[in-house]
Nanobody
Framework: VQLVESGGGLVQAGGSLRLFCAASGSTFSINAMGWYRQAPGKQRELVAA????????NYADSVKGRFTISRDNDKNTMYLQMNSLRTEDTAVYYC??????????WGQGTQVTVSS
């Protein structure tokens, strides 16, 4: 499984961005997916996760009500809609996929920078 993120960039506080994660390869084996982020000097943290069919999602408390995770299995793509961005959302955002046999895959990351 290969994962490629896109959609990151520079945005002012209060603005919005939409991240994309395109999956390729053995996509039939993908089960749950998620977005993680890592800010400088901090550990990587889970931002949002979604089950295989998209029927269940969960979010970090810090992004609840502002971010929305979704996926389109026909397009092998996962999304993260980020609204009301804050400076503390600045980080590298990574796409993660977990297969049915619990193998884990990561994308290369996309930088999100929120300016004040």
């Amino acid at each position: 499984v290969q994962l490629v993120e896109s959609g990151g960039g520079l945005v002012q506080a209060g603005g919005s961005l939409r991240l994309f994660c395109a999956a390729s390869g053995s996509t039939f084996s993908i089960n749950a997916m998620g977005w993680y982020r890592q800010a400088p000097g901090k550990q990587r943290e889970l931002v949002a996760a979604i089950t295989s069919g998209g029927g269940s999602t969960n979010y970090a408390d810090s992004v609840k009500g502002r971010f929305t995770i979704s996926r389109d299995n026909d397009k092998n793509t996962m999304y993260l809609q980020m609204n009301s961005l804050r400076t503390e959302d600045t980080a590298v955002y990574y796409c993660n996929a977990r297969t049915v046999i619990d193998l884990k895959y990561w994308g290369q990351g996309t930088q999100v920078t929120v300016s004040s």
